[in-house]
């Protein structure tokens, strides 16, 4: 700065400027558009914070592929997690892929994040991550049965089951039962959560990435922007090559689940009951499926749009196969487009005026 600008500055303040000036958001195309046309729209967001010598957080948007394998979609490195970084960051995600009601956010839901998801995609939902309250309530409570009730409630498909669950936590303390409420639990929940979660029910996708780039966090910040492309690069072309070699219907992953509901499924006994509706179980426990609606009285079937072990019956008894039933999302084909792209190293890198990191962070 000195020689070039005769401006005197110190040397903090320089790497203060030099952050500021990386505050920068990276999305890859060929990750954007794999997810527009093949994967579902629930996307996790989530902050860690850097370790290097600049500071700052580093912000992740992550979706799921069809082998509930983490996609990321969207990277930024911001200076906090405060009310501005999220909308700056969540405004340049809203550029490239748009807001609609099929749109599903998930998070931990803080204050600052929640702010900027109502004001810049009105049409979205947001779901609580079941994950993060987890570790919350073990910090604030640490109550062996209060965490038995809250993942039972937090994993029941059925809206009376969740409500006297709830119940129950209440009695068990009237704390952590408000803790929920305020924190937008039920509203999370897999029971009150109406379609298009699927089954994604955590955003420790996002939280586990961050792990993954627990020792990359140390780095200068032009060397993690890096050590993330380069990663989604190998990413892209291993997932690519193991999709092209798929030759089942769905992804692997999603074949197996399917394959052991429909085990599990040939136990159950089947009735008629009219043209679309079969009845399922046995005397006090049985379900209703409608094959024409996709829907069972267990709630499974339509909110992760995959046959439940009902369904899973009831279309062996009417000679249905179980494909017809699930969503495209996890089929292999889907699983191939969304990795057909290719990620690019940076193109003419000798042009590019690169920082070098400074001797405190090597
Ligand atoms: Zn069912």
Redesign the pocket.
Known sequence: MEREFGVKISYSKARRGKLHALNMLHAFGASIRGYIQYLRSVICVDGSHLKGPYKGTLLVATAQDGNKQIYPLAWGIVDAKTNKSWKWFLSNLKDLIGDSKELVFISDRKKSIQKAISQLFPSSRHGCCIWHMEKNLIQRYNNASLLFLFKRAATTFQVEDFERLMGQIRRVSERAHGYLERAGYSFGSRALFIEHRYNIMTNNYAESLNSMFRKARSLSITCLVEHIRSTMQKWFYERRANAEECSTLLTPRMENELRTTFENGTRLRAHVLTNNLTQ?GISNDT?I?DLSEET??????QLNHM?????SRAACFRGKTLYELCSRYYSSDYWKGAYSETIYPVPKEVDWVVPVPSANSS
Do not use: I, Q
Request: net charge negative.
């Open positions: 399922v379900d499926v069972c009285t267990s709630r499974e079937f046959p439940c072990v009902h369904a």
